[in-house]
């Protein structure tokens, strides 16, 4: 599965992944969304972060939420 990142305009350090480049199902209460990225196949998300976590949150609800922490 390739995995889009998107970002929220609204909330400051949400993020999203999908599986659509258009983020058709991401939550609207966090719209604007933005696409900042992609995960190809078999390639491992940022912050070791669970792929098989994210890809049953997609499969499940359509889309899996993280937050970015302040550095």
């Known amino acids: 599965m390739r995995l889009y990142v998107f970002k929220s305009e609204l909330q400051k350090?949400?993020?999203?992944?999908?599986?659509?480049?258009?983020?058709?199902?991401?939550?609207?209460?966090?719209?604007?969304?933005?696409?900042t990225g992609v995960i190809g196949p078999g390639k491992d998300p940022p912050h070791q972060l669970s792929r098989n976590v994210i890809e049953k949150a997609i499969a499940d609800h359509g889309f899996q939420l993280?937050?970015?922490?302040a550095v």
């Open 13 to 35: 350090g949400l993020r999203a992944f999908a599986d659509d480049l258009a983020g058709s199902k991401l939550p609207p209460q966090f719209r604007p969304w933005r696409a």
């Open 66 to 69: 993280w937050r970015k922490r």
